[in-house]
């Protein structure tokens, strides 16, 4: 089994910053990509960033140079700083991970259960 915990949501003003993380743990063999998705109310999820294993990076266009994203591999964790948040930033954000449980196995798409960002004054 393998649980992808996220942590780092909350309500900031417009203009502040905020950093999610997200765990992953379980039986895991190899992680590929990790990385970040969004979904506003009525909209569909979409991309925010992801990070592969050696360290390469994709940004949504309309977010880079204000989000980074960023890995920890020995701790199977992902981040992503939040800077210069704007009220259209608010959504459930999702943790996604590529995953292979074992050597002979497949990857697989797993999800975290959502953290809600909230940008408001």
């Known amino acids: 089994q393998v649980q992808l915990v996220e942590s780092g949501g909350g309500l900031v003003q417009p203009g502040g910053s905020l950093r999610l993380s997200c765990a992953a743990s379980g039986s895991i063999f190899s992680i590929n990509s990790m990385g970040w998705y969004r979904q506003a109310p009525g909209t569909q999820r979409e991309l925010v960033a992801s990070v592969r294993s050696g360290g390469s990076t994709s940004y949504a266009d309309s977010l880079k140079g204000r989000f980074t994203i960023s890995r920890d591999n020995t701790k199977n964790t992902v981040y992503l700083q939040m800077n210069s948040l704007k009220p259209e930033d608010t959504a459930v954000y999702y943790c996604?991970?590529?995953?292979?449980?074992?050597?002979?196995?497949?990857?697989?798409?797993?999800w975290g259960q959502g953290t809600q960002v909230t940008v408001s004054s």
């Open positions: 996604n991970a590529r995953i292979r449980r074992s050597w002979y196995g497949s990857e697989s798409d797993y």
